[in-house]
T-cell receptor, first 110, second 115 residues
Framework: GDSVTQMEGPVTLSEEAFLTINCTYT??????LFWYVQYPGEGLQLLLK?????DKGSNKGFEATYRKETTSFHLEKGSVQVSDSAVYFC?????????FGTGTSLTVIP | NAGVMQNPRHLVRRRGQEARLRCSPM?????VYWYRQLPEEGLKFMVY????????ESGMPKERFSAEFPKEGPSILRIQQVVRGDSAAYFC?????????????FGNGTRLTVT
């Protein structure tokens, strides 16, 4: 069945460092892919999405490219800020079902 | 703001009581999903509903848990005879349900504490 495998955390980076959080997926058909962010005490917020191969989703300096050949959707940001500290979830939509990774906790220190 | 609304934000119940969690989806959304999240853990799918229908309840415990999404009004997740292990954050999410591109939109969750 469909599934998402996400890089385990926690990840700790210094401010202005480069961020990569790996995400790979298994799916039949052509799923849509998403990254969500969860701040403490809140629900998940959509960060970015990509709906077909080679699409690049981007938002707030974060980017992820839908790579069909490697079944990956890695999240990147060139220069993280303290305010980026949160938990990040990779997700896949197959039909009307959604599959989430286990989440990666990111802490950015000044 | 026409986002997904969940209430209450916090709910405290004694063992054996009933918990009712409510979710109003975004306007125009007809698909509702419920998830459970334990501290420091990921999301666990519970149930997927459309108006008046349960589509997939494969993640719901067989006993004590039920969900509904009536024609009018919010979706309700009901937990009967709560136990301490039910303490968690419960998130509702909604989707318009049309097309394969629509993301889920989440509420801020109900944090259930069983004492």
């Amino acid at each position: 069945g469909d599934s998402v495998t996400q890089m385990e955390g926690p990840v700790t980076l210094s401010e202005e460092a480069f961020l990569t959080i790996n995400c790979t997926y298994t799916a039949t058909g052509y799923p849509s892919l998403f990254w969500y962010v969860q701040y403490p005490g809140e629900g998940l917020q959509l960060l970015l999405k990509a709906t077909k191969a080679d699409d690049k989703g981007s938002n707030k300096g974060f980017e992820a490219t839908y790579r069909k050949e490697t079944t990956s959707f890695h999240l990147e940001k060139g220069s993280v800020q303290v305010s980026d500290s949160a938990v990040y979830f990779c997700a896949l939509r197959g039909g009307n079902q959604f599959y989430f990774g286990t989440g990666t906790s990111l802490t950015v220190i000044p | 703001n026409a986002g997904v609304m969940q209430n209450p934000r916090h709910l405290v119940r004694r063992r054996g009581q009933e918990a009712r969690l409510r979710c109003s989806p975004m306007k125009g959304h007809s698909h509702v999903y419920w998830y459970r999240q334990l501290p420091e853990e990921g999301l666990k799918f519970m149930v997927y509903l459309q108006k008046e229908n349960i589509i997939d309840e494969s993640g719901m415990p067989k006993e004590r848990f039920s969900a509904e999404f009536p024609k009018e009004g919010p979706s309700i997740l009901r937990i009967q005879q709560v136990v301490r292990g039910d303490s968690a954050a419960y998130f509702c999410a909604s989707s318009p349900g049309t097309g394969n591109n629509s993301p889920l939109h989440f509420g801020n969750g109900t944090r259930l504490t069983v004492t």
